[in-house]
């Protein structure tokens, strides 16, 4: 995506004021793809950085007292579309903010360790039983259970993983991320540098066609009716008969995250 502001000069729009990233979005950790979402016109990216880096903001609020930055004006305004449009956007980012503060104040989003120890503990316990049946037991019915067990392992491990690469299990990033690396490597089969990193794209815009990469997933699998806007895909007979191809290609979709996916990613 190419930034929007004038001599190629990108920009983004945080809390009032448009930030010079031109330079920094090549040495950004998340990678600079990230950044370039929000320099298109009409992208508001202060929710997004405050909730993205909410464990590390005065670390964020740092670096960005070192790009070059400039107020909004009412020639940005006029470039930013429709202003009833804005407005409702406006609304809908102060009510997200009232619910967010309001959770914040309840202590939500305060990690609970006994919580984490327990569901790590699951796992330890699902897998070893699971390895166990399956590769000692001598008896079908149970390596059945076996497989039945490290099924449940992999589903459990899917939500540690998940809630550990969004560094929302114990309040420490490095943690965090060690705990997501050992539940995504060995449980599921996912590079976990190449899961946060896609991740982050679908959480950056979420379910928009085009953007959201979780809907990169066809022919497979169609997550949104929109993505058939595109007359091409309307002809594709598997898109156009998902209800009967579904068993075969949620399949199918799983073995391809589990191995071209992390053979890429490595």
Known sequence: MNGWARCETKEIFYNGHYY?????IKRHPGGEGI??????KAED??????QFHSRSIAKVHGIMKSLPRRPQTDADLLEVGDPQKRERNKALTEDFTKLFLELQADGLFEPSYFHVAHRILELFVLGAVGFYLTTQANSIIANGIGCIFLFFAQLRALGVMHEGGHLSLTGNPKVDRLLQTFTLGPFVGISPTYWRRYHSFHHAQTARVKYDLDFETVPLLLLNVKVLDDPKKQQNFIMRNQIFFAPFTVIVFVVYLQTWEWQEAS
């Open 35 to 40: 950044i370039d979402y929000f320099t298109a």
């Open 20 to 24: 010079n990233v031109t330079e920094f």
């Open 45 to 50: 990216a202060t929710v997004p950085i405050q």
